[in-house]
């Protein structure tokens, strides 16, 4: 069963940098999006930034030059990194690893960031 684990969240300042991570255990085959994703208090979870398969990025227009997206297809992993942080970015934030089989994706359980004024 394929499980997917987001890490290097924490509580950080206004203008800091983070990088979050996204593991996952079991092997996901003919992957086609990885994908960030977060949710703020009381709004929908909304799209970070997505890498597909050809290597062609998108990020929100409220994160572009700021985050930038990485992956290792062969480890099945993927990265946020995440800089001049602001308040707004406050949220949990998720990794959505697609696949041919899978194009929902799968999900993983949320790493939290909070950027302090």
């Known amino acids: 069963q394929v499980q997917l684990v987001e890490s290097g969240g924490g509580l950080v300042q206004a203008g800091d940098s983070l990088r979050l991570s996204c593991a996952t255990s079991?092997?996901?085959?003919?992957?086609?999006?990885m994908a960030w994703y977060r949710q703020a208090p009381g709004k929908q979870r909304e799209l970070v930034g997505v890498?597909?398969?050809?290597?062609?990025?998108n990020y929100a227009d409220s994160v572009k030059g700021r985050f930038t997206i990485s992956r290792d297809i062969a480890k099945n992993t993927v990265d946020l990194q995440m800089s001049s942080l602001k308040p707004e970015d406050t949220a949990v934030y998720y990794c959505?690893?697609?696949?041919?089989?899978?194009?929902?994706?799968?999900w993983g359980q949320g790493t939290q960031v909070t950027v302090s004024s």
């Open positions: 959505n690893i697609g696949s041919l089989l899978y194009p929902q994706g799968y």
């Open positions: 079991g092997r996901i085959f003919s992957i086609t999006t």
């Open positions: 890498i597909t398969r050809d290597g062609s990025t």
